[in-house]
């Protein structure tokens, strides 16, 4: 149905930056909205950011003002801009998107989750 490629993860000095795309593919009639969420060894899976179809955004609060989450509609393509890295932000990155597919000639709504990639903040 719908099939997410995630690239952009790596090994990052505190301070620095990286920037995530996640690319979704598939039978997709409408993306309609798409973030990205992180898990730290031993955490829970947290909310990062998210942006509707529309362009409305949200950020966790530990987020606001380092990053910057953006879309291309055109190609269902969610971006995640990380600046001012910090040790605390290392985690696996996962890519989440809500569509609606065409499923034998049936509107349905799924949610998917990229395989992640791993963003790891060290001197």
């Known amino acids: 149905q719908v099939q997410l490629v995630e690239s952009g993860g790596g090994l990052v000095q505190p301070g620095g930056s990286l920037r995530l795309s996640c690319a979704a593919s598939g039978n997709i009639i409408s993306m309609n909205a798409m973030g990205w969420y992180r898990q730290a060894p031993g955490k829970d899976r947290e909310l990062v950011a998210d942006i509707t179809s529309g362009g409305n955004t949200n950020y966790a609060e530990s987020m606001k003002g380092r990053f910057t989450i953006s879309r291309d509609g055109a190609k269902n393509t969610v971006y995640l801009q990380m600046n001012n890295l910090k040790p605390e932000d290392t985690a696996v990155y996962y890519c989440?998107?809500?569509?609606?597919?065409?499923?034998?000639?049936?509107?349905?709504?799924?949610?998917?989750w990229g395989q992640g990639t791993l963003v790891s903040v060290s001197s």
């Open positions: 989440n998107a809500k569509s609606t597919v065409l499923v034998q000639l049936r509107l349905q709504d799924v949610e998917v």
